[in-house]
């Protein structure tokens, strides 16, 4: 079983910035694949960013492409995303998910190949 907690959600004015974090409780972070995932009221979860386990592999949704990035530390078993230019419809709670899947390609934007999940953190967006 892998625990994820994330952190860094918040209040920020439109074209600030906010950056999560995602700790991981398992000494073998290195071997997941980690994604960040999103959830609007009265919307479905949307996939948000995916990271390779060595980070050389990002993917990102076209809505954030060039606004977030997203990186891990495998020595403290965390991952990050940083939110820039945000924006009001960046509004949401955000979930970090880890799986040990081989994934590939499309695959890291399926939320139901992710087999652990955090409680989320809310980011909000005033315009």
């Known amino acids: 079983q892998v625990q994820l907690v994330e952190s860094g959600g918040g209040l920020v004015q439109a074209g600030g910035s906010l950056r999560l974090s995602c700790v991981t409780s398992?000494?073998?972070?290195?071997?997941?694949?980690m994604g960040w995932f999103r959830q609007a009221p009265g919307k479905e979860r949307e996939f948000v960013a995916a990271i390779s386990p060595g980070g050389r592999s990002t993917y990102y949704a076209d809505s954030v492409l060039g606004r977030f990035t997203i990186s891990r530390d495998n020595a403290k078993n965390t991952v990050h995303l940083q939110m820039n230019t945000l924006k009001p419809e960046d509004t949401a709670n955000y979930y970090c998910a880890a799986t040990r899947r081989l994934l590939l390609g499309d695959n890291y934007y399926n939320s139901r190949l992710y087999d652990y999940w955090g409680q989320g953190t809310q980011a909000t967006v005033s315009s």
């Open positions: 398992t000494n073998t972070f290195s071997s997941l694949r």
